[in-house]
DNA sequence: CAAGAGATCATCT
DNA sequence: GATGATCTCTTGA
């Protein structure tokens, strides 16, 4: 079942959380590439220093202003590409970062992408993710409830999930601590336990 | 294995 | 002109 526009509008806390154990379905015309969410990352609002939105609204952020169920995607040190979630309600700006993903479907097509055989080494990053799913940035601003690239609920049961601070963002003074990365206990495909 | 450097560019100052 | 929601490779113990 595809996952509908209202599951985004809840607090970004709660759909980052329920994110975990649901599918990421990209189609792309070289292949169907599908991956089971493993670990996100909550961005919320305009306190958050770690949100690109607090430092305003601007034409890059204009997207996380936006409504929910859109996909917010960035490159960053030149090199990588983020896949993000837009949640919350319209002119309060908020995502979800998708962290890792295990692979399930279309796996050749993302070893080939990303150059490796290693299956733990597909999508276990944001950056990697990106690589092995085809995802740049003409999907920036993309509805995620379409057809190229959403989500699927799998009916699988809720998976047991791990709460630590986010990954990489150490200037983010007192908001660098926040419980805000959410993860599967015990799954091999995350970015680091 | 852990730690560190380098790669490279869109965005904001 | 600085810097970052990262990855990979190299180095050295």
């Not at 991956?35 to 890059?60: F, L, M, N, W």
């Not at 204009?62 to 917010?72: P, V």
């Amino acid at each position: 079942m595809k996952i509908l526009r209202s599951f985004y509008e809840q607090s970004t806390v709660d759909v980052a959380r329920q994110l975990l154990g649901k599918y990421l379905v990209r189609k792309h015309p070289a292949g169907t590439t599908i991956g089971r969410i493993v670990e996100t990352e909550a961005y919320i609002g305009p306190q958050d220093k770690a949100c690109h939105a607090s430092r305003g609204r601007t034409p890059r952020t204009e997207i996380m202003f936006g409504l929910a169920g859109h996909a917010y995607v960035y490159f960053i040190y030149g090199f990588h590409y983020m896949l993000n979630i837009v949640t919350e309600g319209k002119d309060f700006p908020a995502a979800v970062l998708i962290r890792a993903v295990e692979p399930l479907s279309g796996i050749a097509l993302m070893k080939k992408r990303r150059g490796t055989e290693e299956p733990r080494n597909l999508a276990s990053g944001p950056g990697k993710l990106c690589e092995a799913f085809a995802i740049d940035r003409t999907l920036n601003g993309s509805d995620i409830c379409g057809k190229v690239l959403y989500l699927q609920d799998a009916g699988e049961p809720a998976p047991k999930i791990i709460t630590t601070p986010r990954i990489g963002v150490d200037y983010a003074a007192e908001w660098k601590n926040k419980p805000f990365r959410f993860l599967i206990g015990g799954n091999t495909f995350v970015s680091k336990p």
